[in-house]
C-alpha cells in the first residue's frame, strides 16, 4: 500500500501518517520526492485482517488530513486470485447421462447448459429439456423463483417448480441449475438443484453468499449489472471464504448508455478472469443480448474467447413464454447453434463434454 | 401500449400479433403508414395484472415475430405514481425531543437526519449524537449491519449495535434509522429501529421489499447504484404494494464512468421524482461523493433542488472510523454545515423542522 | 411517429399538437385511449427533410405543451440502413501484393490490417510491415496525426510520417490506413493513404465527416467513445450524404465504468451493425482493450461474431514504442494468432483474403 | 511515478525496468515489500516534456514485461492546477450595459448568460435578448453553427447568424457567446464573438483548441460528454498551453445509463474543479437536463454548489423552436427564475453582476 500525500501536506501530517500507521504493527517507509512525499507501507497487510489490519485500512488512510490518494498494491481478494491458487480450479457436477457419471467445469471440454428462462409447466420445461438433451446439453436450466422488476409480473412456481426440474432430471438423466434468491431458500432449493445460481441483483447480497458458502454444492454466481471485475471476484471471495469452493463466475452483460441491446457483453471479462482467477467462468448470452437474433453470434464469440460453458435460454414456442420470451431462442434456434458452438470450440483446441 | 412491426412483415405476422392480443381479451388497432404498420393495443393494460393481461405483456410482444418494437405509453408502476394519487405522501415519524413528538418528511419543513456511518461504540455514537443533535439533526442514523464489499471486512455490531441506538435515542429523543439487509432480520430491526433503511445493493431484493413493506414503519430506500427512475419506482411499489405507505426514496449517486467521485449524484432525480411520484426524496451526500469536502456543497445543491431531508454521516472522529471515514464529515465541518444549510433552505422558502 | 400525451392534458393541448403538425403538411390521428390520448402522424415524414419536414420535428413535438413523449417509428438514417439499402456493400480497396490487385471489405473474405500505432521511423515501420505482411496482413495501418490526451505527448510525425507510410506501400505490396484529423489535411492525407480512419474522438466532428464524404476513399469510421449504435450510423450517414458510399465501421470500444480494460468491446455491435445496415464491419481489439494480452482472445471473438476485418496494433519492440506500447502485441505474438484467426474464420465458413 | 512488479516478476524484469528508467535520465529506487516488488521513479517527470521524458513514459512502463501497473503520482496537466497557480483565474469580458463596461467571471459575483439554442431570425433574437438583458443576464448565447447529430438536420445560419449576434450585441449592450466548430472558423467567428465556445463533441478535437488556444478570447470549454475531469483538465491544457488563460470550465452533463434526463448533470463537477483547478467552472443546465422543467431546480442546484455562471437556453416560443425546443425555457420562466436565483446566490454570500 502507497500513501501519496497532498503537495503542500505539512510535516505533522506526514507525522500523524506514520503514527497512524504504527498504531496498527505497521511502519511507514518515507520517500521525499521532487514532487510529492509518498509513504510505502511497510509490514504484510493481509487482506484477510488475520494479522489485526483491517481492510478498511486503505479507506481509513485516505481519510487522514494530508493525503490525497491511497494506491493498493496487492488485490483485495485472495482465495479467488490466481496468485495465491495458481492451478485452475474444475468444478465436477453430476450428470446421469454422460459416461462416468459427472462432467467437469473448468477444464479442457466445454459444458452446454440450457432450459427454459422460467419453469412454466411440465410439459414446456420437458419438451425444452428432451429436445436440448438431444443437441448436446447436459446441464438444465429453469428458474423456479425469478427475480421480477414489477411486483405484478411473475415471480415463479416457487417449490413447485423446483419438483418439476428434479422431475425433468431423473426423466432425461441432465444436472439441474436453478436461481436462489434469498438465505432461507437455500436449503430447500439444494434438495433439488445440482447448482446454485445467484443472480445479477443479488452478487452483493452478502448474506445469501454466505449462505451459499456454506454448502458445498457448484455456485454460479452472475456478474452485478454495474460490478467491477474486482467486486465480482469480492463477492466469489464471500463463498469460498465459507469454505465452498466450487464457484463457478457467469458473465452476464452490463449496464452501459447502449439501451439497444438490454446489457453490453463485457467479453473481454472471459480472458481477464482467466488471467486473475482460477475460477471456471462461463457465458450467459441469452441475458447478455436480451435479443434471440444475438445469441448465436455471442455464444460463438464467448467460445472464440475461452469461455467454459454456455448458459442459454431456450423456448419451444417463445411467442407465449411467460417472461423474456423476446431473448429465448427456438427450438429449431438451438440445433442450428450447437454445429456452429462445435466448430468453434474444435477452432481453439476445445471439444464438448458430448463430443 | 403501441406495436411497431417490422418494415417489411407479412400479414400472417400482423395478423398472428392481433390473434395474440384477442386472446388475452385485448384488440388491436391496425395503421397503416407509408413507413410502417403500426398495432394500436385498445383495452385496458392494467399494470398489475389484476385484469389478467401479466405486465410482461410487452415483453411476451416483443418476442413475437415481425414486431419491431413495442411502445409502453403507460408507467409501469401505479401506486407510487403521481397519476394515481396527486397528493404528495407526507411520513410521519416520532421524534421525542420536538414540540409535538414528531416531524414530517415530505412537508415544507426540511429534515436533517445525521450520525455515523457505523455504530462503533457507545461513546463514538453518544459523541456524535449530542454533536448533531445540538446543531439540529433530529434522527439519528447509524449502520448496525454494514454491507462489506469485502468479506474480512467489518460487518457491523449488529445487535448490540441496534440496542446502542435504542439507548441514544432514549437519551437524546432522536428517532433512529438504521439498515435492515435480509427479510429475516426485519422483525428484530423493527423493534430497535423508527426508520428502515433499504441500502442501494438491496433495491433489488425483492423478498427484503416484501417484507418490509408488511411492516408500517418508515421506509427510505435508497437508489441501486446502476438503477433507472423507473425501476427506483418499481421497487418502492414493491413496498406499497404490501400496504405499508411510507415509503421516503434517497437519491446516492449512480455509477459512472466518472472514478474522482465515489459514486455520480443525480441531483436532477429530486425534481425529477417530484414530477413523477408523490413519494417524498431525500439525499445522501455523504455516499454520494465519498469524499468529506464534498459533502457540504452537494447538500446545498441537493436543498437548493427540493431535497425533503438530508443523510450526513458524521464521526467524532473520521481519522479513525472503522468504515468510509474519507466520506464522513467532522463534528466542525457539521457545524459551518448547518447555517448554511438554514440559509440555503430559506431562499428557497423552506425552513428546518428546529427553526 | 407517434405522440403521447400527458395523462390529463387539456382539449385545447390537443388541437394544438394538430395544428402544429397541419402547419406542416401533416395530419394527426388521434387515439383517445382509456389511459391516454395518442396521436399518430399521418402523412410521410422523409428524415432527409426533403419533403420540408425537417429531422427535428420530434424535438420540436417534444416540447409541445401537454405532450409526454414522441416515438419515432422509422430510423433516423436513411443511406446507412438495411431496409432503404437491403444488399451488403463491398468496399474495394487498391492492394498491389494480392492476386487481382484489390481485397474487399464486407464481403465473405476476412481483411487484416495490421501495423505500429505511430509511425515512429522508417525503421520500426518496415521492420513491422516487413512482418505483419508475411502473416498475411494486407493493410498496413499507422498514424502520422496522432490525438493525444496531453498537449504535451507525442502528436505524430505529420507529414514526413506519410512519407514513410507511401514508401512502405511500395516496398510491401500494402494498401495504406492511416487517421486524418481535420479537414483541411482530408486533401493532403488522400494523396498518401489508400483508406482514411476518423477516430474515436472525431466520429461528430461534422466538417470532418463532410470532407472525407467529398471525397471516393474508403474511409473507416470508428465508433465515438460513448456513441449509440445510432449515432453511430448517423455519423456514416454524414459521409454518405456527401456521395461517398466507401464506408466501414469500426467497433473500437467504449466507455464504462469498467477500468480494467481501457474500453469495453461491444462484441454485440458486430452482429447488431449486420442487421441494421448494409455497411462493412470491423474490429479493432487493440484500442478496444488497451491490453496486449487481451487482443488474441479478442480477435478470435469479433472473428466469430462476423467482423468483416481487424485492425490491430504491431510493434518490433512495444517496450519502446512512443504511444500505446501497452496494447500493441509483438510480432512474435502475432505470429501465433494469426493460425487461431485463421482456424476460427474457417470454423464459421469464411477465410482471410490471402488464405 | 510507481511501478508495480507482478508479483512473481524475475529479477531481470526488474532490471529491465531500472535501466528503461536510466536511459531517460532518471532513477528507480527499488522497494521490496513483502507482496511485491514496487519501483519508486527518482528525477523529476516534468509532464510537459521539457526534460525530454515524454508524457507516455506512463503507458511505455506499463508495456514493460513483469509490470502489473503504473501509478502516477503527479497530474497530468500543469498550467490548469491550482498546485502550479493557487490563486483562482478571473476572466474579463467586456460588456457595454454595466457600469465598468465590462464583467468579472469567476470572482465573487455571478453572471447570468442567455439567449436562444440556436440564432433563427432577427425577431427571435431580438426579442429573447431584449427580454433576458431586462431580467439581469449580461451575455447573450445563441449558436450560428450548431453540431446536428442528423446531416439532415439544422445546422445553423452561419456567419448570417453571427452577424445578427453583433448587432443585438450593439442593440443591448450585452456580450456574445457563440460555438465555434472547426479551426478555420476561429478567426470568423472572433472577430463578431466576445467569447468562444467549444462544444462537448469537439472537447478533444485538438487542432481546435490550439487554434483558440492562439487567440485570446475568453474560451468556454464545455465538458466532453463522456470526459472524465482529468481529461477535461488536460483539454483546458490545450488551451493555455498555446498562451490563452481565459479558460472557462463549463459542466454540461455527462451520458450515463439514465435516458430519462439527457444527460446527468455532475454537480459534484462544480466544487471539485475548483478544488483542482483556479480556472471559473459555470453551469449548463438547459443541455444538461435536456428538459424545460429541469432547468429551474438545476440552475438553482448549481449556484448552490458554487457556479461562477449559468448558461440558459431561452426562447420567446419554444413550441416552434428550430431546435432544442424542449430543453428551452420561455421567457415567462425565466423571469420566474431569476429571483430564485439571487436568492440562492445571496445565501451562499455571493450575488449577481447586476444586482
Redesign the interface.
Known amino acids: 500500500m502507497?500513501i501519496?500525500m497532498q503537495?503542500?501536506c505539512s510535516p505533522e501530517q506526514v507525522e500523524?501518517v506514520i503514527t497512524?500507521l504504527e498504531d496498527r504493527g505497521l511502519n511507514g517507509?518515507l520517500?521525499q520526492?521532487?514532487?510529492?512525499t509518498?509513504i510505502?507501507v511497510?509490514?504484510?497487510?493481509d487482506?484477510?485482517?488475520s494479522n489485526g489490519v483491517?481492510?478498511?485500512l486503505g479507506?481509513?488512510l485516505?481519510?487522514?488530513?494530508g493525503v490525497e490518494s491511497v494506491?493498493r498494491?496487492?488485490k483485495?481478494?485472495k482465495l479467488a486470485s490466481r496468485?495465491f491458487h495458481p492451478k485452475d480450479t474444475t468444478v465436477k457436477v453430476p450428470v446421469a447421462c454422460v459416461a462416468g457419471g459427472s462432467v467437469t467445469i473448468g477444464g479442457n471440454e466445454v459444458v452446454m447448459m440450457a432450459g427454459p428462462c422460467t419453469v412454466e409447466s411440465e410439459q414446456q420445461l420437458f419438451t425444452t429439456a428432451e429436445a436440448v438433451r438431444k443437441e448436446g446439453a447436459v446441464i438444465l436450466r429453469g428458474g423456479a423463483f425469478k427475480?421480477?422488476?414489477?411486483?405484478?409480473?411473475?415471480?415463479g412456481l416457487g417449490e413447485a417448480g423446483l419438483k418439476l426440474l428434479d422431475k425433468a432430471r431423473k426423466e432425461f438423466g441432465m444436472a439441474v441449475i436453478t436461481e436462489v434468491?434469498?438465505?432461507?431458500d437455500v436449503a430447500m432449493v439444494s434438495e433439488y438443484a445440482d447448482m446454485l445460481q445467484i443472480g445479477t441483483?443479488?452478487m452483493?447480497?452478502?448474506?445469501?453468499?454466505d449462505e451459499v458458502g456454506r454448502t458445498r454444492k457448484p455456485v454460479v454466481l452472475k456478474r452485478g449489472?454495474?460490478a467491477?471485475?474486482?467486486?465480482w471476484l469480492?463477492a466469489a471471495?464471500?463463498v469460498l471464504?465459507q469454505g465452498n469452493p466450487n464457484v463457478i463466475l457467469c458473465e452476464r452483460g452490463?449496464?452501459?448508455?447502449?439501451?439497444?441491446?438490454r446489457n453490453?457483453?463485457?467479453?473481454?471479462a472471459?480472458?481477464?478472469i482467466k488471467?486473475l482467477s482460477h475460477l471456471p467462468i462461463i457465458s450467459d448470452p441469452s441475458q447478455?443480448?436480451g435479443s434471440?437474433?444475438?445469441v448465436t453470434?455471442?455464444t460463438?464469440?464467448?467460445?472464440?474467447?475461452?469461455t467454459d460453458a454456455l448458459l442459454i435460454e431456450v423456448h419451444p414456442n417463445?411467442?407465449?413464454?411467460?417472461?423474456?420470451?423476446?431473448?429465448?431462442v427456438t427450438i429449431d434456434q438451438f440445433k442450428t447453434l450447437m454445429p456452429?458452438a462445435h466448430?468453434?470450440a474444435?477452432?481453439?483446441g476445445r471439444k464438448f463434454v458430448t463430443d
Chains 1, 2, 3, 4 share one sequence.
Not at 485516505?62 to 488530513?65: A, F, R, T, V, Y
Not at 467491477?228 to 467486486?231: A, R
Not at 452490463?254 to 441491446?261: D, G, N, P, S, V
Open positions: 502507497i501519496v503537495s503542500h500523524n497512524f517507509h520517500s520526492g521532487v514532487e510529492r509518498v510505502g511497510v509490514g504484510s497487510v487482506i484477510t485482517g483491517t481492510p478498511e479507506e481509513s485516505e481519510g487522514l488530513s494506491l498494491v496487492s483485495p481478494y496468485e427475480p421480477s422488476t414489477s411486483p405484478y409480473g411473475f415471480r434468491m434469498t438465505p432461507t441483483r443479488n452483493q447480497n452478502y448474506m445469501l453468499l449489472m454495474s467491477t471485475i474486482e467486486e469480492l471471495e464471500y471464504a452490463i449496464r452501459t448508455f447502449e439501451k439497444m441491446t453490453t457483453m463485457d467479453i473481454s472471459i480472458p481477464l488471467r447478455g443480448t434471440r437474433d444475438l453470434p455471442m460463438l464469440a464467448s467460445l472464440a474467447a475461452g417463445p411467442d407465449v413464454a411467460l417472461k423474456d420470451g423476446a431473448q429465448s456452429q466448430a468453434i474444435h477452432a481453439i
